[in-house]
């Protein structure tokens, strides 16, 4: 069982930078592929980011790529991710998840944190 605690959401400006963190506890962290979703009100939850176990690979919704990084240090369970040139449209609770194999569907990822808010003002 892996428990996953985000932090670092706030209220933003338009063209803000944040960064995010998840710190993962109970399962071998490396073992896992590390996700970042999001859900606006009103909306299903989407898929933003996702990292291999190693860290090696990487891969972007079209929303965000170029303006979110994400990263892992499995050596501290952390997976991070980095949010430059923020637009209204990244509003949303932002989560993280874990899951043995790679994946972009929300619906596929076995483990999840609470989530943390992000609002960004225009």
């Known amino acids: 069982q892996v ?5 670092g959401g706030r209220l933003v400006q338009a ?11 109970g399962g071998r ?5 590390m996700g970042w979703f999001r859900q606006a009100p009103g909306k299903e939850r989407e898929f933003v980011a996702v990292i291999s ?3 090696g690979v ?3 919704a ?3 790529k170029g303006r979110f990084t994400i990263s892992r240090d499995n ?6 991710l980095q949010m430059n040139s923020l637009k209204p449209e990244d509003t949303a609770v932002y989560y993280c998840a874990a899951r043995i194999s790679w994946s972009t569907n929300p619906n596929e ?3 999840w944190g609470q989530g943390t808010q992000v609002t960004v003002s225009s």
Request: aromatic content about 16%; overall charge negative; glycine content about 8%.
């Open 29 to 33: 962290f490396s073992n896992y592929f």
């Open 109 to 111: 990822y076995d483990y």
């Open 62 to 64: 079209e929303a965000v």
């Open 75 to 80: 050596a501290k369970n952390t997976v991070d």
């Open 3 to 7: 428990q996953l605690v985000e932090s």
């Open 58 to 60: 990487t891969n972007y």
């Open 53 to 55: 176990r190693g860290g």
């Open 15 to 25: 063209g803000d930078s944040l960064r995010l963190s998840c710190v993962a506890s």
